[in-house]
């Protein structure tokens, strides 16, 4: 069983910064890619970033601002997010694709790739 736990999420002026952290149940946590996926009242989730043996990837939103990392011996992934905007209001997930080499570098940016889900944290960005 594969358990995911974000934390991290409030409340932050415009300009600040939050880390949301993920703690992931598990010793083949090194293995999963890991990704981070976000969902405002009435919209789609959306894909934020990925991290695994493929590489990294952001949104073009998230360029320039977010930094998706890991610390395996953690098993936990981040996100650190610079220069918040209130547009980045939004429940934000993680999530695992889970181990395995069959998956490719688009995948990982797909929700409809990933097996395993948190709870989700929220964070709110006041202007």
């Known amino acids: 069983q594969v358990q995911l736990g974000e934390s991290g999420g409030g409340l932050v002026q415009a300009g600040g910064s939050l880390r949301l952290s993920c703690a992931v149940s598990g010793r083949t946590f090194s293995s999963y890619a890991m990704g981070w996926f976000r969902q405002a009242p009435g919209k789609e989730r959306d894909f934020v970033a990925s991290?695994?043996?493929?590489?990294?990837y952001y949104a073009d939103s998230a360029k320039g601002r977010f930094t998706i990392s890991r610390d395996n011996a953690k098993n936990t992934a981040y996100l650190q997010m610079n220069g918040l905007k209130p547009e980045d209001t939004a429940i934000y997930y993680c999530a695992a694709l889970g181990r395995g080499d069959y998956y490719s570098a688009t995948d990982t940016q797909q929700k409809e790739s990933y097996d395993y889900w948190g709870q989700g944290t929220q964070v709110t960005v006041s202007s």
């Open positions: 991290i695994s043996w493929r590489g990294t």
